[in-house]
């Protein structure tokens, strides 16, 4: 599939099919699933409002010495405001998520873990509480629940506004290590990676 | 500016400031009453602070300005001292201090303090320095990224006085331990940032700090004096003007002191090519009899070093003299005999090493075999560097005392100051410098990081220039 175009209005549609399987046409603004090689049209979806963030959609960031590439993001609300997860691809293509609320950016990959055990720490762990996984001692330092607002530019999965997302996140005792376990619409996932300094980051937010 | 939500005291009634919502918010502080609310309890009130703050001068609560060219609001602050107080009175300046939590829409929280003076900004890391800081003591290397960082100071800091709102929950005369350590500046880069670890009841945390040269305008616009709620202009351009004085001051002095490092640098690379020789002592030795005494003096001699001395005999024919050198003051200190002189001969070089202190000598000239008319024309030659080395010694430590009186880049002046100490031992002492050299460089390789290494690596290339 050399070239996609938007099932509603025909527009062209600026898509990386190795990663993304969500997007927003740029003409009509229907949100479009890539479903088996198909397109799908799941209608409009809420248009995130342009907040203050230090990442930008297609405005590549240089952290040490690898550059990244903003390509999608989703917005979860909480109690008293909202972060975003940014789905990024660094310059050989791989895909991370980095989570940003409030100045604090954590760089994470999907991991291994089976999805019983996901499910148990979702379900038992506590705050302050320490855990081990994999052989490394954790401490929860977050548990919450967030619900999604919507999405923009490209993502590797359907999201559903309102949806409801559990999540744990758990911070290494020893290095800067973070793992964040996640529970939305009966998928379970996990995450690992590593806080990133803000002022270490070379934005081009011009 | 900012945008508000208001909320009422529940003690007071009076309005409370949000200056923006978040979950991380722990806390708000009455502006009026000093009571403090727990922002997650149902704003349950928690203590309230009585302490006297008149005359103390802060930036007021939601202004907004910039750092590091991110617009930052400040949303609340806490006064520190190191000992539980009273009161601020009868405290010295550098027994106290402001941190103001900042918040940014894009960078999130983070801390501008106040101290003594100079304004530091910090924010939260989450990577661990190696080793851990809980343990450290005063000396201690600490790495962290790729830098070096020597522990300072460790002490406790009490809560003193709280206002506005806060993302974790500063209750007064609560103590946390800290310890502070700054990164270790060489003589090619110098990044004075501070790593600071701190240890409350509930979490251990590291901020990573930096001075702030100038203060943007607007915070110091911002500034005003406890109890005296209305901004004046007057006052705030006085403190502007006191502050950029000070910052002026202290950057005219360093830049002064670096100069002067220069030029020693300057001076003492060009005395390392300058072979010409600097003339001390000049004298013609006329002899009739047997033996004959001259006394001459060195004066300047500086540093015990061997001195060149040339002998030429210009007169007299058949002539074998011997030529003894020795402390005018001692008949036994003999510091070269028997150097036999011809006519066959008659030009003799005589290297020896005259004592600092001992400033005459005294030259005998003994005949051999012959009575006959002799004239020698004396000359005592120094190289030029031994001769200022003791000058730029002194301009050295100078400088050194400046800088460390400064308390800024103490580390770099510190290892200056070894290192000008070795290349003196090393300088009356040739043979010792290729032990010292390699204990300097293993040193500061271990103590200092990269800029010490590199640093003890320019002082060891420089003594073997010299010596070689």
């Known amino acids: ?206 | 500016m900012a945008s508000l939500k208001s909320i009422r005291c529940k003690y007071c009634s009076a309005p409370m400031h949000f200056y923006h919502e978040s979950r991380q918010i722990e806390t708000i502080t009455c502006e009026y009453c000093n009571q403090t609310h727990s922002v997650k309890e149902n704003f349950k009130t928690l203590y309230r602070y009585q302490k006297s703050m008149n005359g103390v001068r802060r930036i007021l609560l939601g202004t907004v300005g910039k750092i590091k060219n991110i617009e930052f609001t400040i949303i609340g602050y806490v006064i520190y001292t190191n000992g539980k107080a009273e009161s601020l009175n009868g405290l010295n300046s550098s027994e106290w201090w402001i941190e103001y939590q900042l918040y940014s829409k894009t960078h999130g929280y983070a801390y501008l303090t106040y101290e003594d003076g100079s304004y530091y900004f910090y924010h939260r890391v989450y990577d661990l320095p190696k080793p851990l800081m809980n343990h450290a003591k005063e000396l201690d290397t600490i790495y962290f990224r790729d830098n070096s960082f020597t522990v300072e100071e460790s002490y406790n800091a009490y809560a003193y006085f709280v206002a506005g709102t806060l993302t974790w929950k500063a209750k007064v005369a609560d103590s946390s331990y800290c310890v502070d350590a700054k990164s270790s500046s060489g003589w090619f880069s110098r990044t004075n940032n501070i790593l600071s670890y701190e240890r409350s009841k509930t979490e251990e945390e590291y901020f990573l700090g930096e001075p702030i040269e100038s203060l943007d305008e607007s915070f110091l616009n911002g500034i005003t004096t406890l109890k005296q709620q209305k901004k004046s202009t007057k006052g705030t351009n006085r403190v502007k003007k006191e502050s950029m004085s000070r910052d002026s001051k202290r950057q005219y002095l360093l830049s002064l002191i670096s100069l002067i490092a220069f030029l020693v640098s300057f001076v003492a690379l060009i005395l390392l090519f300058q072979t010409e020789e600097y003339k001390i002592f000049q004298q013609d030795f006329k002899t009739t009899k047997k033996e004959s005494n001259a006394t001459f003096e060195l004066n300047n001699l500086n540093v015990k070093h061997t001195i060149q001395l040339k002998a030429n005999i210009l007169l007299g024919e058949k002539v074998h003299k011997e030529l003894t050198i020795r402390e005018a003051n001692s008949s036994y200190n003999t510091l070269e005999k028997d150097i036999d002189m011809s006519s066959k001969n008659p030009t003799k070089t005589i290297s020896f090493e005259p004592s600092i202190w001992g400033k005459k000598y005294l030259l005998t000239l003994k005949d051999k075999n012959s009575t006959a008319n002799t004239t020698l024309k004396l000359t005592m030659t120094q190289p030029l560097l031994k001769r200022y080395f003791v000058v730029l010694l002194i301009v050295s430590i100078i400088g050194i005392f400046l800088g460390y009186l400064l308390k800024d880049g103490k580390e770099a002046w510190i290892t200056l100051l070894i290192a000008t100490i070795l290349v003196y031992i090393v300088a009356m002492y040739p043979s010792s410098f290729l032990f010292l050299g390699l204990v300097m460089i293993g040193y500061f390789a271990s103590k200092l990081g990269e800029n010490g290494l590199v640093g003890a690596f320019f002082f060891y290339v420089l003594i073997i220039n010299i010596l070689l």
């Open chain 1, 1 to 206: 599939m050399n070239r996609l175009n938007c099932p509603q209005c025909g527009d062209v549609l600026n898509m990386n099919i190795k990663y993304s399987k969500l997007t927003r046409c740029n003409s009509c603004k229907s949100t479009i699933f890539l479903e088996d090689d198909a397109l799908k049209n799941l209608g409009k979806m809420n248009l995130l409002s342009d907040e203050p963030s230090p990442l930008k959609l297609h405005q590549k960031f240089r952290y040490g010495k690898q550059e990244y590439l903003p390509i999608g993001k989703i917005r979860y609300a909480y109690e008293l405001g909202f972060w975003e997860e940014w789905f990024v691809l660094d310059e050989k293509q791989k895909p991370y998520w980095i989570s940003v609320d409030e100045g604090n950016l954590i760089l994470e990959k999907s991991f291994e873990l089976p999805k019983s055990e996901i499910q148990r720490l979702i379900k038992e762990s506590r705050l302050s509480r320490t855990v081990t996984i994999q052989g490394k001692r954790y401490r929860v330092t977050e548990r919450d629940e967030g619900v999604c607002q919507g999405f923009d530019g490209e993502l590797p999965r359907a999201i559903r506004v309102g949806t409801k997302l559990n999540y744990l996140h758990l911070s290494s005792l020893e290095e800067n290590l973070h793992i964040t376990l996640e529970e939305e619409d009966g998928e379970y996932m996990a995450y690992i990676g590593s806080w990133l300094d803000i002022y270490e980051m070379e934005l081009n937010n011009g």
